[in-house]
């Protein structure tokens, strides 16, 4: 069972930056990566997501603002969140998927709370 513990969010004023990680308790090379996001009365939706040959995308919201990246030999993600809006503000979940023999397994971390404000 992979953990996932998120780290580097935080406040930040509109149009700042930040810098999520994902570190991982096992090596991640064979999972497909994501982040998610839950603000409040909202629910969780997909922001990026990363597959084990690096290919990414990104919803439409965040598309040229965010980043996912990914380093298979320090098993971490990463999230590269520039020109942030304040409703970019949520809880960013990392989450890990991986198919074997046709049943996928999906693993969650607790998240870190992102806040846009001035």
């Known amino acids: 069972q992979v953990q996932l513990v998120e780290s580097g969010g935080g406040l930040a004023q509109p149009g700042g930056s930040l810098r999520l990680s994902c570190a991982a308790s096992?090596?991640?090379?064979?999972?497909?990566m994501g982040w998610y996001r839950q603000a409040p009365g909202k629910e969780r939706e997909l922001v990026a997501r990363?597959?084990?040959?690096?290919?990414?995308d990104y919803d439409d919201s965040v598309k040229g603002r965010f980043t996912i990246s990914r380093d298979n030999a320090k098993n971490t993600v990463f999230l590269q969140m520039n020109s942030l809006k304040p409703e970019d503000t949520a809880v960013y979940c990392c989450?890990?998927?991986?198919?074997?023999?046709?049943?996928?397994?999906?693993?969650w971390g607790q998240g870190t709370q992102v806040t846009v404000s001035a």
């Open positions: 990363i597959t084990t040959s690096s290919s990414a």
């Open positions: 989450n890990a998927e991986v198919t074997v023999f046709g049943r996928t397994r999906k693993y």
């Open positions: 096992q090596t991640i090379s064979s999972y497909n």
